[in-house]
Protein backbone atom coordinates (compact mmCIF):
# COMPACT_ATOMS: atom_id res chain seq x y z
CA UNK A 1 0.00 0.00 0.00
CA UNK A 2 1.58 3.34 -0.82
CA UNK A 3 1.20 6.85 0.93
CA UNK A 4 -2.49 7.98 0.66
CA UNK A 5 -2.01 11.63 1.26
CA UNK A 6 -1.76 13.90 -1.65
CA UNK A 7 -0.66 17.94 -1.13
CA UNK A 8 -1.98 18.29 -5.19
CA UNK A 9 -3.54 16.14 -7.63
CA UNK A 10 -0.98 17.00 -9.98
CA UNK A 11 2.76 18.53 -9.82
CA UNK A 12 4.45 19.55 -13.05
CA UNK A 13 8.14 20.22 -13.21
CA UNK A 14 9.34 23.08 -15.32
CA UNK A 15 7.40 26.58 -15.92
CA UNK A 16 8.41 27.02 -19.28
CA UNK A 17 5.97 27.19 -22.24
CA UNK A 18 4.87 23.10 -22.02
CA UNK A 19 4.50 23.51 -17.95
CA UNK A 20 2.51 26.57 -17.78
CA UNK A 21 -0.18 25.13 -21.24
CA UNK A 22 -0.32 22.10 -19.10
CA UNK A 23 -0.98 24.09 -15.69
CA UNK A 24 -3.54 26.23 -17.60
CA UNK A 25 -5.49 23.17 -18.94
CA UNK A 26 -5.31 21.11 -15.97
CA UNK A 27 -6.51 24.11 -13.72
CA UNK A 28 -9.48 25.10 -16.72
CA UNK A 29 -11.02 21.52 -16.41
CA UNK A 30 -11.34 22.09 -12.19
CA UNK A 31 -7.84 19.85 -11.34
CA UNK A 32 -5.58 20.81 -8.39
CA UNK A 33 -1.91 21.33 -9.90
CA UNK A 34 1.27 22.72 -8.61
CA UNK A 35 4.28 23.87 -11.17
CA UNK A 36 7.81 23.90 -9.38
CA UNK A 37 10.79 25.48 -11.37
CA UNK A 38 14.01 25.60 -10.40
CA UNK A 39 14.63 29.11 -11.47
CA UNK A 40 13.92 32.09 -9.28
CA UNK A 41 12.58 34.19 -11.75
CA UNK A 42 11.85 34.23 -15.41
CA UNK A 43 15.40 34.10 -17.53
CA UNK A 44 13.94 36.66 -19.75
CA UNK A 45 15.52 34.56 -22.68
CA UNK A 46 14.28 33.57 -25.76
CA UNK A 47 14.97 30.49 -27.87
CA UNK A 48 12.59 30.38 -30.05
CA UNK A 49 10.86 33.17 -31.73
CA UNK A 50 7.58 31.99 -33.21
CA UNK A 51 4.63 29.93 -33.23
CA UNK A 52 2.50 29.06 -35.89
CA UNK A 53 -0.97 27.60 -37.09
CA UNK A 54 -1.84 24.97 -35.34
CA UNK A 55 -0.69 26.56 -31.61
CA UNK A 56 -2.69 30.03 -32.59
CA UNK A 57 -5.68 27.84 -33.28
CA UNK A 58 -5.09 26.38 -29.80
CA UNK A 59 -5.03 29.33 -28.11
CA UNK A 60 -8.09 30.69 -30.05
CA UNK A 61 -9.78 27.93 -28.73
CA UNK A 62 -9.23 28.75 -25.19
CA UNK A 63 -10.24 32.46 -26.18
CA UNK A 64 -6.59 33.95 -25.20
CA UNK A 65 -5.23 34.03 -28.47
CA UNK A 66 -5.77 37.97 -28.71
CA UNK A 67 -3.27 38.18 -25.37
CA UNK A 68 -0.84 36.85 -28.05
CA UNK A 69 -1.24 38.72 -31.14
CA UNK A 70 -0.94 42.05 -29.32
CA UNK A 71 2.62 41.34 -29.18
CA UNK A 72 3.76 39.87 -32.16
CA UNK A 73 3.72 40.22 -35.49
CA UNK A 74 2.07 37.77 -38.60
CA UNK A 75 5.23 36.85 -41.05
CA UNK A 76 3.33 36.27 -44.94
CA UNK A 77 5.78 33.37 -45.86
CA UNK A 78 7.46 30.69 -43.44
CA UNK A 79 10.52 28.48 -44.71
CA UNK A 80 11.36 24.89 -44.63
CA UNK A 81 15.41 24.46 -44.25
CA UNK A 82 16.01 28.13 -45.28
CA UNK A 83 13.88 27.75 -48.26
CA UNK A 84 10.63 30.20 -48.52
CA UNK A 85 7.31 28.52 -47.90
CA UNK A 86 3.75 30.04 -48.79
CA UNK A 87 0.75 29.88 -46.88
CA UNK A 88 -2.92 28.93 -47.79
CA UNK A 89 -5.74 31.01 -45.84
CA UNK A 90 -8.63 28.67 -46.93
CA UNK A 91 -7.29 25.74 -44.27
CA UNK A 92 -7.27 28.22 -41.17
CA UNK A 93 -8.38 31.44 -40.12
CA UNK A 94 -4.46 31.79 -38.34
CA UNK A 95 -2.53 30.53 -41.44
CA UNK A 96 0.41 32.48 -41.03
CA UNK A 97 2.94 32.08 -38.86
CA UNK A 98 3.47 34.57 -35.61
CA UNK A 99 6.65 36.13 -34.57
CA UNK A 100 6.84 36.61 -31.02
CA UNK A 101 9.39 35.75 -28.32
CA UNK A 102 9.66 33.25 -26.09
CA UNK A 103 10.03 35.29 -23.09
CA UNK A 104 6.76 37.05 -23.95
CA UNK A 105 5.20 33.71 -24.18
CA UNK A 106 6.04 32.52 -21.19
CA UNK A 107 5.21 35.49 -19.74
CA UNK A 108 1.57 35.73 -21.13
CA UNK A 109 1.23 32.01 -20.33
CA UNK A 110 2.11 32.84 -16.66
CA UNK A 111 -0.76 35.40 -16.35
CA UNK A 112 -2.95 33.12 -17.68
CA UNK A 113 -2.11 30.45 -15.33
CA UNK A 114 -2.52 32.91 -12.52
CA UNK A 115 -5.30 34.03 -13.24
CA UNK A 116 -6.72 30.56 -13.59
CA UNK A 117 -5.32 30.01 -9.76
CA UNK A 118 -2.43 27.79 -11.12
CA UNK A 119 0.44 27.79 -8.29
CA UNK A 120 4.01 28.04 -9.22
CA UNK A 121 7.25 27.87 -7.08
CA UNK A 122 9.89 28.66 -8.10
CA UNK A 123 13.43 28.35 -6.56
CA UNK A 124 12.08 24.46 -6.73
CA UNK A 125 14.03 22.02 -8.38
CA UNK A 126 12.73 18.16 -8.78
CA UNK A 127 16.03 16.13 -7.35
CA UNK A 128 14.04 12.70 -6.58
CA UNK A 129 11.12 10.74 -7.55
CA UNK A 130 9.85 7.69 -6.68
CA UNK A 131 6.04 6.00 -7.30
CA UNK A 132 4.14 3.56 -6.11
CA UNK A 133 0.21 2.64 -6.99
CA UNK A 134 -1.48 5.62 -4.67
CA UNK A 135 0.84 8.76 -6.20
CA UNK A 136 4.79 10.09 -6.79
CA UNK A 137 6.73 11.53 -4.24
CA UNK A 138 8.61 14.23 -5.48
CA UNK A 139 11.63 15.69 -3.24
CA UNK A 140 12.69 19.03 -4.09
CA UNK A 141 15.58 21.10 -3.93
CA UNK A 142 14.93 24.70 -2.41
CA UNK A 143 16.19 28.05 -1.96
CA UNK A 144 15.91 26.78 1.92
CA UNK A 145 15.47 23.45 3.11
CA UNK A 146 14.94 20.43 0.71
CA UNK A 147 10.86 19.26 1.21
CA UNK A 148 8.81 16.47 -0.07
CA UNK A 149 5.74 16.89 -1.98
CA UNK A 150 3.09 14.15 -2.46
CA UNK A 151 1.01 14.09 -5.68
CA UNK A 152 -1.29 11.70 -7.81
CA UNK A 153 1.14 12.22 -11.02
CA UNK A 154 4.00 14.04 -11.79
CA UNK A 155 4.76 15.49 -15.28
CA UNK A 156 8.15 16.16 -16.42
CA UNK A 157 8.17 19.16 -18.20
CA UNK A 158 11.54 20.16 -17.19
CA UNK A 159 13.51 20.52 -20.62
CA UNK A 160 15.82 18.63 -22.81
CA UNK A 161 18.04 17.56 -20.32
CA UNK A 162 14.97 16.56 -17.30
CA UNK A 163 15.56 15.24 -14.80
CA UNK A 164 11.74 13.39 -14.18
CA UNK A 165 12.97 11.75 -17.45
CA UNK A 166 16.21 10.57 -16.28
CA UNK A 167 14.79 9.35 -12.67
CA UNK A 168 11.99 7.86 -13.97
CA UNK A 169 14.61 5.61 -15.92
CA UNK A 170 12.87 6.37 -19.14
CA UNK A 171 15.52 5.64 -22.18
CA UNK A 172 16.33 8.95 -24.80
CA UNK A 173 17.42 7.21 -27.68
CA UNK A 174 17.80 9.26 -31.23
CA UNK A 175 20.83 10.75 -33.18
CA UNK A 176 23.93 12.41 -32.30
CA UNK A 177 24.79 16.09 -33.39
CA UNK A 178 26.86 16.74 -36.32
CA UNK A 179 27.36 20.59 -36.20
CA UNK A 180 27.00 23.52 -34.04
CA UNK A 181 25.39 26.36 -33.77
CA UNK A 182 26.14 29.48 -31.55
CA UNK A 183 23.67 31.82 -30.97
CA UNK A 184 23.88 35.32 -29.39
CA UNK A 185 21.77 38.88 -28.73
CA UNK A 186 24.45 41.40 -29.85
CA UNK A 187 24.97 45.07 -31.54
CA UNK A 188 26.65 44.80 -34.91
CA UNK A 189 27.24 48.12 -35.76
CA UNK A 190 29.20 47.23 -38.98
CA UNK A 191 26.49 44.64 -40.77
CA UNK A 192 26.10 46.45 -44.13
CA UNK A 193 22.43 44.86 -44.40
CA UNK A 194 19.36 45.13 -42.16
CA UNK A 195 18.65 41.38 -41.98
CA UNK A 196 20.86 38.21 -43.20
CA UNK A 197 18.89 35.16 -44.04
CA UNK A 198 20.96 32.02 -43.73
CA UNK A 199 23.60 33.26 -45.54
CA UNK A 200 25.83 29.47 -47.06
CA UNK A 201 29.74 29.84 -46.88
CA UNK A 202 32.06 27.06 -48.09
CA UNK A 203 31.92 26.40 -43.73
CA UNK A 204 28.89 26.34 -42.68
CA UNK A 205 26.27 29.11 -42.63
CA UNK A 206 25.42 32.54 -40.57
CA UNK A 207 21.96 34.65 -40.02
CA UNK A 208 21.75 37.81 -38.32
CA UNK A 209 18.17 39.00 -37.56
CA UNK A 210 17.14 42.15 -36.78
CA UNK A 211 14.73 41.32 -33.28
CA UNK A 212 14.39 44.90 -31.82
CA UNK A 213 16.04 48.08 -32.73
CA UNK A 214 19.89 48.18 -32.29
CA UNK A 215 20.00 44.24 -31.47
CA UNK A 216 20.41 41.29 -34.23
CA UNK A 217 20.10 37.79 -33.35
CA UNK A 218 23.71 36.23 -34.56
CA UNK A 219 23.41 32.55 -35.07
CA UNK A 220 26.08 31.12 -37.18
CA UNK A 221 26.17 27.33 -38.02
CA UNK A 222 29.49 24.92 -38.26
CA UNK A 223 29.64 21.43 -39.35
CA UNK A 224 31.16 18.03 -37.71
CA UNK A 225 32.15 20.55 -34.90
CA UNK A 226 30.86 18.37 -31.84
CA UNK A 227 29.34 20.62 -29.40
CA UNK A 228 31.00 20.14 -26.10
CA UNK A 229 28.69 21.14 -22.50
CA UNK A 230 31.24 24.20 -21.26
CA UNK A 231 28.95 27.47 -21.90
CA UNK A 232 29.38 29.38 -24.88
CA UNK A 233 31.21 32.62 -24.28
CA UNK A 234 30.82 35.90 -26.72
CA UNK A 235 34.40 35.30 -27.90
CA UNK A 236 33.47 31.82 -29.64
CA UNK A 237 30.22 33.59 -30.91
CA UNK A 238 32.70 36.15 -32.01
CA UNK A 239 35.39 33.41 -33.71
CA UNK A 240 32.63 31.78 -34.87
CA UNK A 241 31.51 34.55 -36.98
CA UNK A 242 35.06 35.41 -38.32
CA UNK A 243 35.19 31.40 -39.78
CA UNK A 244 31.59 31.36 -41.36
CA UNK A 245 31.31 34.91 -42.26
CA UNK A 246 34.99 36.11 -42.44
CA UNK A 247 34.59 39.22 -40.25
CA UNK A 248 32.94 39.62 -36.42
CA UNK A 249 30.79 42.53 -37.91
CA UNK A 250 31.70 44.88 -35.23
CA UNK A 251 29.81 42.67 -32.92
CA UNK A 252 29.86 44.38 -29.00
CA UNK A 253 27.43 44.24 -26.07
CA UNK A 254 26.11 40.82 -25.76
CA UNK A 255 22.74 40.53 -23.83
CA UNK A 256 22.46 36.43 -24.26
CA UNK A 257 24.47 33.32 -26.38
CA UNK A 258 23.89 29.54 -26.36
CA UNK A 259 24.53 27.14 -28.56
CA UNK A 260 21.85 24.53 -30.48
CA UNK A 261 22.62 21.48 -32.61
CA UNK A 262 21.00 19.02 -35.03
CA UNK A 263 21.05 16.14 -31.79
CA UNK A 264 17.37 14.34 -32.18
CA UNK A 265 16.19 12.18 -29.53
CA UNK A 266 12.38 11.25 -28.05
CA UNK A 267 11.67 9.21 -25.01
CA UNK A 268 10.93 5.48 -26.34
CA UNK A 269 8.00 5.88 -23.73
CA UNK A 270 5.57 8.90 -22.39
CA UNK A 271 4.35 7.60 -19.89
CA UNK A 272 5.68 5.11 -17.05
CA UNK A 273 3.05 4.86 -14.27
CA UNK A 274 2.26 7.87 -12.88
CA UNK A 275 4.84 9.93 -14.22
CA UNK A 276 4.80 11.46 -18.14
CA UNK A 277 6.64 13.76 -20.03
CA UNK A 278 5.84 16.71 -22.72
CA UNK A 279 7.43 19.02 -24.57
CA UNK A 280 11.51 18.93 -24.68
CA UNK A 281 11.73 16.56 -22.04
CA UNK A 282 10.23 14.33 -24.21
CA UNK A 283 11.87 15.27 -27.33
CA UNK A 284 14.93 17.53 -28.66
CA UNK A 285 15.63 17.97 -32.30
CA UNK A 286 17.20 20.48 -34.95
CA UNK A 287 15.19 23.93 -34.34
CA UNK A 288 14.96 24.88 -37.95
CA UNK A 289 11.04 25.75 -39.00
CA UNK A 290 10.85 26.46 -35.37
CA UNK A 291 8.81 23.42 -34.62
CA UNK A 292 9.80 22.45 -30.66
CA UNK A 293 7.72 25.11 -28.69
CA UNK A 294 4.55 24.80 -30.90
CA UNK A 295 4.91 20.71 -30.04
CA UNK A 296 5.16 21.32 -26.48
CA UNK A 297 1.83 23.42 -26.15
CA UNK A 298 0.49 20.54 -28.30
CA UNK A 299 1.53 17.79 -26.08
CA UNK A 300 0.21 20.01 -23.43
CA UNK A 301 -3.38 20.55 -24.86
CA UNK A 302 -3.83 16.79 -25.84
CA UNK A 303 -2.31 15.68 -22.24
CA UNK A 304 -4.59 17.94 -20.16
CA UNK A 305 -8.35 17.02 -19.93
CA UNK A 306 -7.01 13.03 -20.16
CA UNK A 307 -4.93 13.18 -17.12
CA UNK A 308 -7.49 15.68 -15.59
CA UNK A 309 -10.45 13.13 -16.29
CA UNK A 310 -8.19 10.43 -14.59
CA UNK A 311 -8.14 12.46 -11.61
CA UNK A 312 -11.30 12.98 -11.32
CA UNK A 313 -12.37 9.23 -11.84
CA UNK A 314 -14.08 10.00 -14.78
CA UNK A 315 -11.73 8.05 -17.23
CA UNK A 316 -10.08 4.98 -16.55
CA UNK A 317 -6.07 5.10 -16.31
CA UNK A 318 -5.56 3.64 -19.77
CA UNK A 319 -6.74 7.22 -21.67
CA UNK A 320 -3.72 8.13 -20.35
CA UNK A 321 -1.72 5.56 -22.76
CA UNK A 322 -3.31 7.39 -25.45
CA UNK A 323 -1.41 10.30 -25.16
CA UNK A 324 1.42 8.24 -26.01
CA UNK A 325 0.20 6.73 -29.37
CA UNK A 326 -1.41 10.34 -30.23
CA UNK A 327 1.63 12.10 -29.59
CA UNK A 328 4.88 9.95 -29.85
CA UNK A 329 4.86 9.66 -33.65
CA UNK A 330 4.03 13.64 -33.85
CA UNK A 331 7.36 14.04 -32.48
CA UNK A 332 8.91 11.29 -34.17
CA UNK A 333 7.50 13.53 -37.79
CA UNK A 334 9.09 16.19 -36.71
CA UNK A 335 12.60 14.63 -35.61
CA UNK A 336 12.65 13.40 -39.40
CA UNK A 337 11.72 16.63 -40.90
CA UNK A 338 14.51 18.41 -38.86
CA UNK A 339 17.23 15.49 -39.47
CA UNK A 340 15.73 16.54 -43.62
CA UNK A 341 16.13 20.09 -42.86
CA UNK A 342 19.78 19.94 -40.99
CA UNK A 343 21.19 17.87 -44.15
CA UNK A 344 19.92 20.43 -46.36
CA UNK A 345 22.12 23.27 -44.57
CA UNK A 346 25.51 21.65 -44.78
CA UNK A 347 27.95 23.36 -46.77
CA UNK A 348 29.60 22.13 -50.18
CA UNK A 349 28.71 22.10 -54.00
CA UNK A 350 26.63 18.69 -53.51
CA UNK A 351 24.43 20.58 -50.91
CA UNK A 352 24.23 23.36 -53.15
CA UNK A 353 23.15 21.74 -56.04
CA UNK A 354 20.53 19.55 -54.14
CA UNK A 355 18.80 22.97 -52.24
CA UNK A 356 18.22 23.88 -55.78
CA UNK A 357 16.46 21.13 -56.90
CA UNK A 358 14.76 20.99 -53.62
CA UNK A 359 14.04 24.90 -53.96
CA UNK A 360 12.61 24.62 -57.82
CA UNK A 361 10.55 21.87 -56.22
CA UNK A 362 8.84 23.61 -53.50
CA UNK A 363 7.23 26.09 -56.30
CA UNK A 364 5.09 23.16 -56.79
CA UNK A 365 1.71 23.58 -54.87
CA UNK A 366 1.89 19.95 -53.71
CA UNK A 367 5.30 20.22 -52.12
CA UNK A 368 4.89 23.48 -50.84
CA UNK A 369 1.69 22.08 -49.11
CA UNK A 370 3.39 19.12 -48.22
CA UNK A 371 6.09 20.60 -46.23
CA UNK A 372 3.98 23.69 -44.94
CA UNK A 373 1.44 20.60 -43.40
CA UNK A 374 5.23 18.99 -41.61
CA UNK A 375 5.42 22.77 -40.19
CA UNK A 376 2.09 23.74 -39.43
CA UNK A 377 0.91 20.79 -38.08
CA UNK A 378 -2.85 21.41 -38.84
CA UNK A 379 -2.95 17.91 -40.90
CA UNK A 380 -2.49 15.76 -37.76
CA UNK A 381 -5.04 12.88 -37.98
CA UNK A 382 -4.91 10.60 -34.35
CA UNK A 383 -5.26 7.14 -35.00
CA UNK A 384 -8.98 5.78 -35.07
CA UNK A 385 -10.87 3.03 -36.68
CA UNK A 386 -13.47 5.11 -37.96
CA UNK A 387 -14.22 5.30 -41.71
CA UNK A 388 -15.42 9.08 -41.28
CA UNK A 389 -12.48 11.23 -42.51
CA UNK A 390 -12.97 14.43 -40.10
CA UNK A 391 -12.69 11.66 -37.27
CA UNK A 392 -8.81 12.03 -35.40
CA UNK A 393 -8.13 15.53 -37.04
CA UNK A 394 -8.17 19.02 -35.68
CA UNK A 395 -11.72 20.57 -36.39
CA UNK A 396 -11.98 23.60 -38.43
CA UNK A 397 -13.25 26.90 -37.00
CA UNK A 398 -16.58 26.91 -39.09
CA UNK A 399 -18.63 29.32 -39.20
CA UNK A 400 -21.84 28.77 -36.87
CA UNK A 401 -25.04 30.16 -35.96
CA UNK A 402 -26.64 29.56 -32.35
CA UNK A 403 -29.49 30.66 -30.19
CA UNK A 404 -26.87 31.88 -27.85
CA UNK A 405 -24.78 33.97 -30.72
CA UNK A 406 -21.92 31.67 -30.90
CA UNK A 407 -20.61 32.37 -34.25
CA UNK A 408 -17.95 29.63 -34.63
CA UNK A 409 -16.95 26.60 -33.81
CA UNK A 410 -13.84 27.34 -31.34
CA UNK A 411 -16.00 29.83 -29.40
CA UNK A 412 -17.36 26.69 -28.22
CA UNK A 413 -14.39 25.54 -26.67
CA UNK A 414 -13.05 28.10 -23.98
CA UNK A 415 -13.91 26.24 -21.39
CA UNK A 416 -11.76 23.16 -22.52
CA UNK A 417 -14.80 20.91 -21.93
CA UNK A 418 -15.87 18.41 -24.66
CA UNK A 419 -18.89 19.73 -27.10
CA UNK A 420 -21.29 17.80 -28.99
CA UNK A 421 -21.88 19.64 -31.64
CA UNK A 422 -25.45 19.23 -33.28
CA UNK A 423 -26.15 20.43 -36.69
CA UNK A 424 -29.20 18.99 -37.59
CA UNK A 425 -31.20 19.32 -34.85
CA UNK A 426 -31.45 16.12 -33.84
CA UNK A 427 -33.92 14.36 -31.29
CA UNK A 428 -31.29 11.10 -31.53
CA UNK A 429 -28.36 13.22 -30.18
CA UNK A 430 -29.66 15.05 -27.62
CA UNK A 431 -31.37 12.25 -26.13
CA UNK A 432 -27.48 10.30 -25.54
CA UNK A 433 -26.33 13.71 -24.82
CA UNK A 434 -28.01 13.11 -21.05
CA UNK A 435 -26.54 10.39 -20.65
CA UNK A 436 -22.92 12.62 -20.37
CA UNK A 437 -24.83 15.86 -19.44
CA UNK A 438 -21.92 16.52 -16.33
CA UNK A 439 -18.67 16.33 -18.61
CA UNK A 440 -20.16 16.61 -22.16
CA UNK A 441 -21.83 19.89 -23.31
CA UNK A 442 -24.12 19.76 -25.98
CA UNK A 443 -24.40 22.89 -28.53
CA UNK A 444 -26.94 22.75 -30.76
CA UNK A 445 -26.16 25.19 -34.19
CA UNK A 446 -26.76 25.74 -37.75
CA UNK A 447 -23.85 25.08 -40.04
CA UNK A 448 -23.02 28.15 -42.20
CA UNK A 449 -21.00 26.84 -44.93
CA UNK A 450 -22.39 23.79 -47.07
CA UNK A 451 -18.29 22.43 -47.19
CA UNK A 452 -15.78 22.58 -44.74
CA UNK A 453 -12.34 23.18 -45.47
CA UNK A 454 -9.87 20.05 -44.26
CA UNK A 455 -6.19 20.45 -44.51
CA UNK A 456 -4.92 17.20 -46.07
CA UNK A 457 -8.92 16.48 -47.51
CA UNK A 458 -9.82 20.05 -49.12
CA UNK A 459 -13.56 20.88 -49.26
CA UNK A 460 -15.89 18.23 -47.78
CA UNK A 461 -19.33 18.49 -46.96
CA UNK A 462 -20.42 19.79 -43.05
CA UNK A 463 -21.23 17.20 -41.11
CA UNK A 464 -24.70 16.95 -39.78
CA UNK A 465 -22.99 16.17 -35.85
CA UNK A 466 -19.54 15.80 -34.40
CA UNK A 467 -18.06 14.98 -30.98
CA UNK A 468 -15.00 17.27 -30.49
CA UNK A 469 -12.34 16.80 -27.95
CA UNK A 470 -11.24 19.54 -25.63
CA UNK A 471 -8.25 19.30 -27.53
CA UNK A 472 -9.93 20.64 -30.82
CA UNK A 473 -9.50 16.60 -32.09
CA UNK A 474 -12.56 15.20 -33.35
CA UNK A 475 -13.65 11.78 -31.61
CA UNK A 476 -16.77 11.00 -33.73
CA UNK A 477 -18.41 12.62 -36.81
CA UNK A 478 -21.48 11.68 -39.00
CA UNK A 479 -23.20 13.45 -42.09
CA UNK A 480 -26.01 11.07 -41.11
CA UNK A 481 -29.30 13.02 -40.69
CA UNK A 482 -30.33 10.17 -38.31
CA UNK A 483 -26.88 9.21 -36.60
CA UNK A 484 -25.64 5.82 -35.66
CA UNK A 485 -26.00 6.26 -31.76
CA UNK A 486 -24.30 3.18 -30.96
CA UNK A 487 -21.03 4.76 -32.02
CA UNK A 488 -21.44 7.84 -30.69
CA UNK A 489 -21.89 6.30 -27.33
CA UNK A 490 -18.93 4.16 -28.08
CA UNK A 491 -16.78 7.26 -29.06
CA UNK A 492 -18.10 8.96 -25.87
CA UNK A 493 -17.18 6.13 -23.23
CA UNK A 494 -14.36 5.26 -24.57
CA UNK A 495 -13.28 9.21 -24.41
CA UNK A 496 -15.20 10.53 -21.73
CA UNK A 497 -15.85 7.68 -19.12
CA UNK A 498 -19.52 5.66 -18.87
CA UNK A 499 -22.72 7.40 -18.86
CA UNK A 500 -24.63 8.84 -15.52
CA UNK A 501 -26.61 6.20 -14.00
CA UNK A 502 -30.13 5.91 -14.59
C1 LIG B 1 17.77 28.64 -31.30
C2 LIG B 1 16.45 28.05 -31.02
C3 LIG B 1 15.34 28.59 -31.65
C4 LIG B 1 14.08 28.03 -31.45
N1 LIG B 1 13.01 28.56 -32.09
C5 LIG B 1 11.80 28.00 -31.94
C6 LIG B 1 10.64 28.56 -32.58
O1 LIG B 1 10.72 29.57 -33.27
N2 LIG B 1 9.45 27.94 -32.40
C7 LIG B 1 9.33 26.83 -31.62
O2 LIG B 1 8.22 26.27 -31.53
N3 LIG B 1 10.38 26.31 -30.95
C8 LIG B 1 11.61 26.87 -31.08
N4 LIG B 1 12.67 26.37 -30.38
C9 LIG B 1 12.47 25.26 -29.41
C10 LIG B 1 11.88 25.80 -28.08
O3 LIG B 1 12.71 26.79 -27.53
C11 LIG B 1 11.73 24.64 -27.10
O4 LIG B 1 11.14 23.54 -27.77
C12 LIG B 1 10.84 25.03 -25.90
O5 LIG B 1 11.49 25.96 -25.07
C13 LIG B 1 10.45 23.80 -25.09
O6 LIG B 1 9.64 24.20 -24.02
P1 LIG B 1 9.55 23.31 -22.70
O7 LIG B 1 8.62 24.03 -21.79
O8 LIG B 1 9.21 21.91 -23.10
O9 LIG B 1 11.02 23.25 -22.12
P2 LIG B 1 11.94 24.46 -21.59
O10 LIG B 1 11.61 25.72 -22.32
O11 LIG B 1 13.33 23.96 -21.66
O12 LIG B 1 11.48 24.65 -20.08
C14 LIG B 1 11.85 23.72 -19.10
C15 LIG B 1 11.75 24.39 -17.74
O13 LIG B 1 12.03 23.41 -16.72
C16 LIG B 1 12.88 23.98 -15.74
N5 LIG B 1 13.58 22.85 -15.09
C17 LIG B 1 14.60 22.11 -15.57
N6 LIG B 1 14.94 21.15 -14.71
C18 LIG B 1 14.13 21.27 -13.65
C19 LIG B 1 13.99 20.56 -12.42
N7 LIG B 1 14.78 19.50 -12.11
N8 LIG B 1 13.04 20.96 -11.53
C20 LIG B 1 12.23 22.01 -11.82
N9 LIG B 1 12.33 22.73 -12.96
C21 LIG B 1 13.26 22.36 -13.86
C22 LIG B 1 13.78 24.91 -16.54
O14 LIG B 1 14.37 25.89 -15.70
C23 LIG B 1 12.78 25.49 -17.55
O15 LIG B 1 12.15 26.65 -17.06
C24 LIG B 1 13.94 26.92 -30.57
C25 LIG B 1 15.06 26.40 -29.92
C26 LIG B 1 16.30 26.95 -30.15
C27 LIG B 1 17.49 26.38 -29.45
New binding site residues.
Given amino acids: MGDTRTDTDVVI????????MLACELRLAGTDVTV????AER?GES??????SR?LEVLDQRGVLDRFLAEGELQPVGHFSGLYLEFDESESRHPYPLMIL?SAIERLLEEWAAELGVRVRRS????GISQDQDGVTIELATATAPEVLRARYLVG????????RKLAGIDFPGTEPTMT?L?GDVELPDLPEDYVWVRRTPVGDYSAIAFEPGWHRV?TSEFDRVPDHQPVTFEQLRESLIRVAGTDFGMRNPRWV?R?SDAARQADRYRTGRILL????AHIHF?AG???????VQDAVNLGWKLASVVHGHAPESLLDTYHAERHPVAERVLHNTRAQSALVRPGPQTDALRDVFGSLMVFDEVNQYLRHLLNALDIRYPTDSDHPLTGRRVPDADLGTPEGVSRVYELLHAGRPVLLDLHGSAEVTAVAKGWADRVDLAEARSEEEHWTVPALGDIPAPTALLIRPDGHIAWATDDDTPDTSALRTALTTWFGPALQG
Avoid at 47 to 52: F, K, L, M, N, S
Avoid at 157 to 162: K, N, V, Y
Avoid at 278 to 281: L, V, Y
Wanted: with cysteine; charged share 15%; hydrophobic share 35%.
Fill in positions: AGAGPTGLVEKLSRAGGIHTQCEVSCDGGRSTVAIISFAGDAPGQGLNMG
